[in-house]
Nanobody, 123 residues
């Protein structure tokens, strides 16, 4: 069972930055894609970015502002978030799985999930 633990969330003002971390443990596999998702109150969970064997897709809403990266030696995935806006406010989740092309940012394609870390952006 893969275990994922997110950290780094918090409250920032619009225009600020945060870096989220996701530490993976258990039978991690190099074949897993590692992604970040978010869910705002009353909205469906949506994909933000993912490191997959097909490439690194980003949601249109975060392109140019967010960067996903991975430190394989530490089994950790990061999400650097810049120019944060109030609409980025959500619970952010890390996930691992083997998504099929072209469903790389679809939550249903991921099997393992962390508990999430809250990001709140005030105007």
């Amino acid at each position: 069972q893969v275990q994922l633990v997110e950290s780094g969330g918090g409250s920032v003002q619009a225009g600020g930055s945060l870096r989220l971390s996701c530490a993976a443990s258990g039978p991690t596999s190099s074949s897993y894609s590692m992604g970040w998702f978010r869910q705002a109150p009353g909205k469906e969970r949506e994909g933000v970015a993912s490191i997959t064997r097909y490439g690194i897709p980003y949601a249109d809403s975060v392109k140019g502002r967010f960067t996903i990266s991975q430190d394989s030696a530490k089994n950790t995935v990061y999400l650097q978030m810049s120019s944060l806006q109030p609409e980025d406010t959500a619970m952010y989740y890390c996930a691992a799985g083997v998504p099929r092309w072209p469903l790389l940012l679809k939550p249903d394609e991921y099997n393992y999930w962390g508990r999430g870390t809250q990001v709140t952006v005030s105007s």
